[in-house]
């Protein structure tokens, strides 16, 4: 199987604040990483596309000073979410893709994270 | 356009019903793989099943079953027998070899409630 993690699974911060996601592909090397946003009773919507080591493909109307991603290594990928307002309060979720296909981890498959839900008060 | 539809916001069954979720696709490409994904109160997708677009082979797992029509670009999900645990959002989803398989479509979801 694949593991993914995400830490924090729950945050709270305050308006103006900055505050950072981490996610962890744990027993493979993940070459591309997704973050997607989920809104109450809403559909994940993709943010953005992260390789490793090349600066991150972010969606079109997604703002890329303020939700900063940077996949420093094959495991993990952080999102900073800066400077934030109560309308950014959402659930983050990630994946991880592993184009390697070894393990039985299949080269087509998201396996996601369990997710982060953002307060911000 | 919405590439994935799944037009049922909403159903509510009696346990031991057997019910369908709907879940209809839009693509261009001829390589394409269809996924279902569950997401109970938690939040974390559970993932259920991944097709490929050149197998249309229905597939049965447990009470789990799909139904995959490339004629009416459909990918139905039937769970026989529901129960209580069943009760949560599922999610259809598309990713196609256009964009090497990098964006996932989702449907808006569909919530199931199962009363005992």
């Known amino acids: 199987g694949a593991v993914v993690s995400q830490h924090p699974s729950r945050v709270i911060c305050k308006s103006g604040t900055s505050v950072k996601i981490e996610c962890r592909s744990l027993?493979?090397?993940?070459?591309?990483m997704f973050w997607y946003r989920q809104f109450p009773k809403k559909s994940l919507m993709l943010m953005a596309t992260?390789?490793?080591?090349?600066?991150?493909?972010?969606e079109q109307g997604v703002e890329k000073d303020k939700f900063l991603i940077n996949h420093a290594s094959l495991t993990l990928s952080t999102l900073t979410v800066t400077s934030a307002h109560p309308e950014d309060s959402s659930f983050y979720i990630c994946?991880?893709?592993?184009?390697?296909?070894?393990?039985?981890?299949?080269?087509?498959?998201?396996?996601f994270g369990p997710g982060t839900r953002l307060t911000v008060t | 356009a919405q590439k994935v539809t799944q037009a049922q916001t909403e159903i509510s069954v009696v346990e031991k019903e057997d019910v369908t979720l709907d879940c209809v696709y839009e693509t261009r490409d001829t390589t394409y793989y269809l996924f279902w994904y569950k997401q109970p109160p938690s939040g974390e997708l559970v993932f259920l099943i991944r097709?490929?677009?050149?197998?249309?082979q229905n597939e049965i797992s447990g009470r789990y079953s799909w139904n995959f029509q490339k004629s009416t670009s459909s990918f139905n999900f039937t769970i026989t027998a529901s129960q209580v645990v069943d009760s949560a959002v599922y999610f259809c989803a598309l990713s196609e070899a256009e964009d090497n398989f990098n964006k996932f479509y989702f449907g808006s979801g569909t919530k199931l409630n199962v009363k005992p």
């Open positions: 992260s390789n490793e080591g090349s600066k991150a493909t972010y």
């Open positions: 027993d493979f090397q993940a070459t591309t």
């Open positions: 097709r490929n677009s050149f197998d249309e």
């Open positions: 994946s991880a893709r592993d184009l390697s296909g070894k393990g039985g981890r299949q080269r087509y498959e998201q396996y």
